[in-house]
């Protein structure tokens, strides 16, 4: 089984400050997604990465691919309360039946204005 | 837009009830996802289809079964409801790029 390792699973911080949050693996994925669920509602995709090493940008939001395939991290520069929700990432499995993910069990993020 | 619905958003039952889940896609995705999503547990993959009247076991199978007749339509099914079903249930859906486009979810509570 493919499993992926969220850190921290809680993060409370105070508006302008900066985190990352990360994801990690013994095993190597072919892509890598991170989701944000906001309360009472699903996940939404903010981004895939799929080269080791690959960097992605979203406004205040850096997403990074380990060389290897195996983590990635989330960084937020700023936060904003907006920011606030539950943050998933997951891996596409490899193999058969390939549009399945596996999914991390979140970090829960909290930005006080 | 990207929409998928979920028939309802809370839903409360009693032990040995007969409970129907229904998700609706309107973006005509091949693969269709249902998931169970407790605290401290994450998501975990109950069962998918790739196709019509097609289904594949997850992670968590027991208890639940599917069906999908219509392309635009999955359901889940739980033929006797039990206390440790009481959850958050999420159904999603994607075309070939893997991308999971996910419902609002149904809180289901068991009494």
């Known amino acids: 089984t493919q499993l992926l390792e969220q850190s921290p699973q809680f993060l409370s911080i105070q508006e302008g400050e900066n985190l990352t949050v990360y994801c990690n693996s013994s095993?190597?994925?072919?892509?890598l997604q991170w989701y944000r669920q906001e309360p009472g509602e699903g996940p939404v995709l903010l981004v895939t990465?799929?080269?080791?090493?690959e960097v992605k940008k979203l406004k205040r939001l850096t997403f990074q691919f380990g060389d290897a395939r195996k983590d990635s991290s989330l960084h937020i520069t700023a936060a904003q309360p907006g920011d606030t929700g539950l943050y998933l990432c997951?891996?596409?499995?490899?193999?058969?039946?390939?549009?399945?993910?596996?999914f991390g069990k979140g970090t829960k993020l909290s930005v006080i204005p | 837009d990207v929409k998928v619905t979920q028939s309802s958003r809370y839903l409360v039952k009693r032990t040995g009830e007969k409970v129907f889940l229904e998700c609706v896609q309107d973006?005509?995705?091949?693969?269709m996802f249902w998931y169970r999503q407790d605290p401290g547990l994450g998501l975990r993959l109950i069962y998918f289809s790739y196709d019509v009247k097609m289904k594949e076991k997850g992670d968590i199978p027991e208890g639940y079964s599917v069906s999908r007749e219509k392309k635009e339509r999955f359901s889940l099914i739980l033929e006797s409801a039990s206390t440790n079903q009481t959850s958050m249930y999420l159904c999603?859906?994607?075309?070939?790029?893997?991308?999971?486009?996910f419902g609002p979810g149904t809180r289901l509570t068991v009494l």
């Open positions: 990465v799929v080269t080791g090493g």
């Open positions: 095993s190597v994925f072919s892509s």
């Open positions: 999603a859906s994607s075309p070939t790029t893997r991308t999971q486009y």
């Open positions: 973006m005509d995705h091949e693969n």
């Open positions: 997951a891996g596409v499995r490899s193999g058969a039946g390939s549009y399945q993910l596996t």
